[in-house]
C-alpha cells in the first residue's frame, strides 16, 4: 500500500477549503442580486464564476474527504485520484465560465444596456473582500496539492473578476462608458481561460500516468545504475498517484554475489534521499535472466 499524505495537512486543508466555501456562498447571492439590478454584465460574470467558486471549493472538500477513505480489494490505491479528478472538473468548469461570459460580452457591446455604476463598484468591492480573504485561506496549501491549487485558483481568478467588475463600475459611473462593462468582462475571460490552461494540463498528466514534472526519468535512472552492484535497470516507470505521492518500479539487473536485501536498501534510499519518491517497487534480476512474455494467441 503507497504512504499515506500527512493526515494533519488534510485536515487542514478541508478546514481551509470549509472556511473558504462559506464566505464564497455567502457573497454569491449578493452579487446575483446586485448585478440583476444594476444590470451589470460584470458583476453578473463575476457572480457565475462565485458560483463555479462554490462548487469548486465544495467538489475540493468532497475529493479530500473521499481520498481519506481506506482502500479496498478493487481500490487498491485508494480514492486519492478523486482529487485529481476535482482539479479536472474544476479547470473544464472555468473554461465553460470563460466561454458563457465571452458569448454575453459580445451580446452586450452590440447592445450595450444602462448599467448603475454606482452600486455595481460596492457589489464588486465586497467581492473582492471575500476573494481575497478565501485566497489567503487557501494559499498554504495550494503548492502541496492539486486539487486545492484548482480551488485557490478559482477565488484568484474570481478576485480579478471583481476587481474588473470594480474598474468597470468607475468607468461607468464616472465617464458613462456603459461599454467598458462587457469589455472588462471580455479581458476577464481571457485571464480565466489562461490561469485554467495550467490546471488542465497538470491534471490530464496525472490521470495519463506521465512522469512528475519536477523528476527527470533519466537522472532517476543513472542513479539506479550508479548504485554499486546494479548492472542497468529496465521497465522504469514513475508516475503520481496524486498530490505528493509519486510512485516508482522498475526491474533491476544486479551483479553476481550481490546480496538482494542490500541493493534493494541502498536504491531505495537513493531515490527517497534524491528524488523524494518513498513508495518504490523493484524486480531484482540476476544477469542474463529473461522474462517470459505472453503473446496472444499463445
Given at each position: 500500500?503507497?504512504?499515506?499524505?500527512d493526515s494533519?495537512?488534510?485536515?487542514?486543508?478541508?478546514?481551509?477549503?470549509?472556511?473558504?466555501?462559506?464566505?464564497?456562498a455567502?457573497?454569491?447571492?449578493?452579487?446575483v442580486?446586485?448585478g440583476?439590478?444594476?444590470n451589470?454584465?460584470?458583476?453578473l460574470?463575476?457572480?457565475g464564476?462565485?458560483?463555479s467558486?462554490?462548487?469548486a471549493?465544495g467538489?475540493?472538500?468532497?475529493a479530500?474527504?473521499?481520498?481519506?477513505?481506506?482502500?479496498?480489494?478493487?481500490q487498491?490505491?485508494?480514492?486519492y485520484?478523486?482529487?485529481?479528478?476535482a482539479a479536472?472538473?474544476?479547470?473544464?468548469?472555468?473554461?465553460?465560465?470563460?466561454?458563457?461570459?465571452?458569448a454575453?460580452?459580445?451580446?452586450?457591446l452590440r447592445?450595450p444596456?444602462?448599467?448603475?455604476?454606482g452600486p455595481m463598484?460596492?457589489i464588486?468591492?465586497?467581492g473582492?473582500?471575500?476573494?481575497?480573504?478565501?485566497?489567503?485561506l487557501?494559499?498554504?496549501?495550494?503548492?502541496?496539492?492539486?486539487?486545492?491549487?484548482g480551488?485557490?485558483?478559482h477565488?484568484?481568478?474570481?478576485a480579478?473578476?471583481?476587481?474588473?467588475?470594480?474598474?468597470?463600475?468607475?468607468?461607468?459611473?464616472?465617464?458613462?462608458?456603459?461599454w467598458?462593462?462587457?469589455?472588462?468582462?471580455?479581458?476577464?475571460?481571457?485571464?480565466?481561460?489562461y490561469?485554467?490552461?495550467r490546471?488542465?494540463?497538470?491534471?490530464?498528466?496525472?490521470?495519463?500516468e506521465?512522469?512528475?514534472?519536477?523528476?527527470?526519468?533519466?537522472?532517476?535512472r543513472?542513479?539506479?545504475?550508479?548504485?554499486?552492484?546494479?548492472?542497468?535497470?529496465h521497465?522504469?516507470?514513475?508516475w503520481?498517484?496524486?498530490?505528493?505521492?509519486?510512485?516508482?518500479?522498475a526491474?533491476?539487473?544486479?551483479?553476481?554475489?550481490?546480496?538482494?536485501?542490500?541493493v534493494?536498501?541502498r536504491?531505495?534510499?537513493?531515490?527517497?534521499?534524491?528524488?523524494?519518491?518513498?513508495?518504490?517497487?523493484?524486480?531484482?534480476?540476476?544477469?542474463?535472466?529473461e522474462?517470459?512474455?505472453?503473446r496472444?494467441?499463445?
Amino acid at each position: 500500500m503507497p504512504p499515506h499524505p500527512d493526515s494533519s495537512s488534510r485536515r487542514l486543508q478541508k478546514r481551509q477549503l470549509r472556511r473558504a466555501l462559506y464566505l464564497a456562498a455567502g457573497y454569491l447571492l449578493a452579487e446575483v442580486v446586485g448585478g440583476l439590478l444594476t444590470n451589470s454584465l460584470a458583476l453578473l460574470a463575476d457572480a457565475g464564476h462565485m458560483l463555479s467558486d462554490v462548487a469548486a471549493l465544495g467538489l475540493s472538500w468532497f475529493a479530500l474527504w473521499m481520498a481519506e477513505r481506506p482502500a479496498g480489494p478493487q481500490q487498491t490505491y485508494g480514492y486519492y485520484r478523486t482529487e485529481i479528478l476535482a482539479a479536472l472538473a474544476n479547470g473544464a468548469a472555468l473554461v465553460a465560465v470563460a466561454f458563457f461570459v465571452f458569448a454575453e460580452a459580445v451580446r452586450r457591446l452590440r447592445q450595450p444596456l444602462d448599467v448603475l455604476g454606482g452600486p455595481m463598484m460596492g457589489i464588486a468591492a465586497g467581492g473582492l473582500l471575500v476573494n481575497l480573504a478565501s485566497a489567503w485561506l487557501l494559499a498554504p496549501s495550494r503548492h502541496q496539492n492539486l486539487n486545492v491549487r484548482g480551488a485557490w485558483l478559482h477565488v484568484v481568478m474570481d478576485a480579478l473578476g471583481s476587481l474588473g467588475a470594480l474598474a468597470a463600475g468607475a468607468a461607468v459611473w464616472l465617464l458613462g462608458w456603459n461599454w467598458a462593462d462587457p469589455a472588462v468582462s471580455l479581458l476577464i475571460g481571457l485571464l480565466i481561460i489562461y490561469s485554467s490552461w495550467r490546471l488542465l494540463k497538470e491534471s490530464v498528466a496525472v490521470l495519463m500516468e506521465m512522469a512528475p514534472r519536477a523528476i527527470d526519468v533519466d537522472q532517476v535512472r543513472h542513479t539506479i545504475v550508479q548504485s554499486p552492484g546494479v548492472l542497468d535497470v529496465h521497465d522504469l516507470h514513475v508516475w503520481t498517484i496524486t498530490s505528493g505521492m509519486d510512485s516508482l518500479s522498475a526491474h533491476v539487473v544486479i551483479a553476481d554475489g550481490q546480496a538482494p536485501e542490500v541493493v534493494l536498501r541502498r536504491v531505495r534510499d537513493s531515490l527517497r534521499q534524491r528524488f523524494g519518491i518513498a513508495h518504490v517497487t523493484l524486480q531484482l534480476e540476476p544477469e542474463g535472466f529473461e522474462e517470459d512474455e505472453e503473446r496472444p494467441g499463445i
